[in-house]
């Protein structure tokens, strides 16, 4: 059995610069002819794991954290939970993740690590174990000297450790995957994949806020600016498309069916109110979605409808987000006509009172809309746990 979440958003966002290329550009992107303002999924994503924290539907222990400073995460751990000091802590935890090839250099793991919050806790709780065994065996610490890829480590340890790193109680590494180049065995499948974000109409073209700061203790005799430079910005509606394999986000979690539902219901909480941060305290944009639609399938492939926007939107007294939903209505209504498995759809409207019979169930509210469709989720994860059996 197959079962998938499909998110399909549009959001107007104000002028602003979420996510900017290497030159402090907007980003943008070529589709059906026109340059479109695009918004990068990892930009997303990046917002979505920071509102996991701050929401509380899942806890500090079910989340991951995405670092080159593992060793000193296992540190204070060590510290605060087992009484060690911190130097020396410090010194064994950097011995434990190069027994298992990944090394610390100057402080810093070669790359980052996506590793689960309850990882940390088992290593640390291992380390503490084999405290006298780290301290006096030879293994490098990771220091400046540190050239192998891999350390030697006493006894069971290295077997021990291996079995600690399993993420089996992670939620953003179930959701978003993980790559550990020196264990592979490690990496995790990502149950979500989320597109860019690409505006629904041709982009007009980038602006320029010219601005200049002036020293408040300057002479008031003394006329100009003490700084001054330009900033570019945009404004946009985006389609947003994000699909979610419920049988591998179970799977990521052990078959956990409770924290699968929690986190999935983060994810959608996420996927509404979480947004890039990019110069934010220059422009504000704080604008949430104007429609939201989510549906789930079983048995059927995910269908990003972004081809809706092939043509681009163009402007009307409307604006750009109402066309923007008749023109994704359609698209649906299409694909389901030719495809089938249309599922079932829910979704919000907040830029009029229209309804669409193609997008399934008019809901009254967000949270309305996110009680349905987890409640929905979790009657499928409870069956594709009974078929694990």
Not at 70 to 96: M, N, P, Q, V
Not at 324 to 342: C, I, N, P, T
Not at 377 to 389: H, I
């Amino acid at each position: 059995m197959k079962a998938i979440l499909e998110l399909h958003y549009l959001q107007n966002f104000a002028p602003s610069n979420l996510n900017r290329d290497d030159t402090g550009s907007p980003k943008d992107a070529y589709f059906g002819g026109t340059r479109r303002a695009r918004v990068s999924s990892q930009s997303f994503k990046r917002a979505m794991r920071m509102d996991f924290r701050e929401r509380g539907t899942v806890t500090r222990d079910e989340l991951g954290e995405r670092t080159k400073r593992a060793h000193e995460e296992i540190a204070r751990l060590l510290k605060s939970e087992h009484g060690r000091e911190l130097e020396a802590a410090t010194t064994a935890a950097a011995a434990a993740l190069g027994g298992l090839g990944l090394l610390v250099k100057e402080g810093k793991s070669e790359y980052l690590l996506f590793l689960g919050h309850d990882e940390l806790k088992r290593v640390a709780r291992l380390v503490n174990d084999y405290w006298d065994a780290l301290n006096e065996g030879s293994a490098d610490t990771g220091g400046k000297k540190a050239k192998s890829k891999k350390t030697a480590l006493p006894g069971e340890l290295a077997k021990e450790l291996n079995k600690a790193l399993d993420g089996s109680r992670a939620v953003d590494v179930a959701l978003f995957g993980r790559m550990l180049a020196d264990l592979p065995d490690k990496n995790a499948d990502a149950a979500a994949q989320v597109a860019h974000a690409i505006s629904t109409h041709a982009m007009r073209g980038r602006e320029f806020d010219f601005y200049t700061a002036v020293d408040d203790l300057k002479p008031t005799d003394t006329a100009g600016a003490d700084m001054l430079g330009t900033v570019e910005f945009g404004s946009a509606t985006y389609y947003r498309y994000a699909c979610l394999d419920l049988s591998k986000l179970l799977d990521n979690l052990g078959g956990d069916v409770e924290l699968a539902a929690r986190g999935l219901r983060a994810f959608l909480e996420a996927s509404v109110f979480a947004a890039p941060t990019g110069k934010q305290n220059t422009f504000a944009a704080h604008n949430a979605p104007g429609l939201m639609l989510q549906v789930i399938r079983e048995n059927a492939s995910p269908r990003n409808l972004a081809n809706a926007f092939e043509k681009a939107v163009g402007a009307s007294d409307r604006g750009f987000v109402r066309p923007s939903m008749d023109g994704l209505a359609d698209e649906k209504q299409k694909q389901d006509a030719v495809f089938g498995d249309e599922g079932r759809g829910r979704y919000v409207n907040v830029a009029d009172e229209r309804t669409f019979e193609a997008m399934g169930t008019a809901m009254s509210s967000v949270q309305a809309l996110i009680d349905a469709t987890v409640a929905d989720a979790e009657s499928l994860l409870d069956t594709l746990k009974a078929n694990q059996k």
